[in-house]
């Protein structure tokens, strides 16, 4: 062998089996992988905290280190998709002593959008998530060996319908309604207990639920064209309350409680103070003050 064959043997092996020296760039980082700011590498010694190492030829690896110790490496591998895009397709991740920690896999669809993630750790348990189209409706599964999770999206990638499914827990529905692309009805069905919730500009103004078809709550409210509230009601088994709103009262009466028709609180503004009395019958019991929502004193009449 020949010293000059030598020399380019050697190379070789520097080539493929250095690629820092070459390809290498230093970062500030977080702890999960990302880069920040430029370094040198001097300055990258000198760093205390977190650091990453960024380099490749064919793919890329990168090299985690906390206060100049080796914690973690990745490498990523790339496919080129039909419009010429440069798209991740595996990413492995490995400790300091390149042992697997986990593999994850991309797949694209042909105009490079991201159809599917699979992701496996060392004790071979995977998750695999596929993805809807974006913009349009579709589906979206979420399956491992600690969730199967479905949703379904109509136009406008809305959800419409999810699906969830836990190891020892009761399989979970919802349903979802909207109207001038605002959500308005919200419906779920959990190990027999129905609950629906009804939106206005946001804010719930009907709750219903139901055991095996039996109502067993319901919350209703209605409020104004300024959107502030007049009524609430609650009703429950045997119990009916109902809460009644006065805008711009002359007396300064805010709130009037009744349970099953009786009158049991009323609340009022009174200078800086809100009032809240307890009565029964048509006596007041206790009276209570308030300044911006603190307590401040409690009168007890007999």
Same mark, same amino acid.
């Given at each position: @062998? ?9 190379? @070789?092996?520097?080539?493929?089996? =250095?690629?820092?020296?070459?390809? +290498?760039?230093?970062?500030? +980082? ?13 300055? +990258? ?23 100049? /110790? ?21 990413? !492995? ?7 697997? =920690?986990?593999?994850?896999? =991309? ?20 998750? @695999? ?42 399989? /979970? ?32 103004? =009907?709750?219903?639920?139901?055991? +095996? ?71 007041? !019991? ?15 009449? !007999?």
């Amino acid at each position: @062998m020949t010293n000059c064959w030598r020399r380019n043997l050697l190379a @070789m092996v520097l080539w493929w089996s =250095l690629p820092a020296i070459v390809f +290498a760039q230093w970062y500030a +980082a977080t702890g999960d992988f990302l880069e920040e700011e430029p370094l040198t590498p001097a300055q +990258a010694r000198e760093r205390s905290g977190w650091t990453i190492e960024v380099g490749g030829r064919d793919g890329e690896w990168r090299r985690l280190y906390l206060d100049g /110790e080796l914690l973690e490496q990745e490498r990523t591998t790339f496919v080129t998709s039909d419009a010429g895009i440069s798209l991740p397709r595996q990413i !492995l991740r490995s400790d300091a002593q390149d042992e697997l =920690l986990f593999r994850v896999e =991309l797949r694209y669809r042909s105009d490079g959008t991201l159809r599917s993630i699979r992701r496996c750790g060392n004790d071979g348990s995977c998750v @695999m998530i596929r993805y809807a189209p974006p913009g349009g409706p579709g589906t979206e599964t979420i399956r491992g060996d600690g969730l199967n999770l479905t949703v379904r999206y109509g136009e406008g990638s809305v959800p419409e319908y999810l699906r969830r499914e836990e190891p020892g827990e009761p399989v /979970e529905e919802e349903w979802y309604r909207y109207l001038g692309g605002r959500l308005v009805e919200r419906r779920t069905l959990r190990d027999g207990l129905e609950t629906l919730l009804r939106y206005q500009e946001g804010v719930v103004v =009907l709750e219903e639920q139901r055991q +095996a078809g039996v109502l067993v709550y319901r919350f209703s409210e209605d409020r104004g064209n300024d959107g502030l509230p007049l009524q609430r009601v609650v009703e429950t088994r045997g119990r009916r309350e109902v809460d009644r709103y006065h805008q711009e009262h002359p007396e300064g009466l805010q709130r009037e409680r009744f349970v099953n028709g009786a009158l049991v609180e009323r609340e009022y503004l009174r200078d800086e103070e809100v009032v809240v009395e307890r009565l029964r019958g048509e006596e007041v !019991l206790f009276r209570t003050y308030f300044v911006e929502g603190e307590l401040v004193r409690r009168e007890t009449l !007999l």
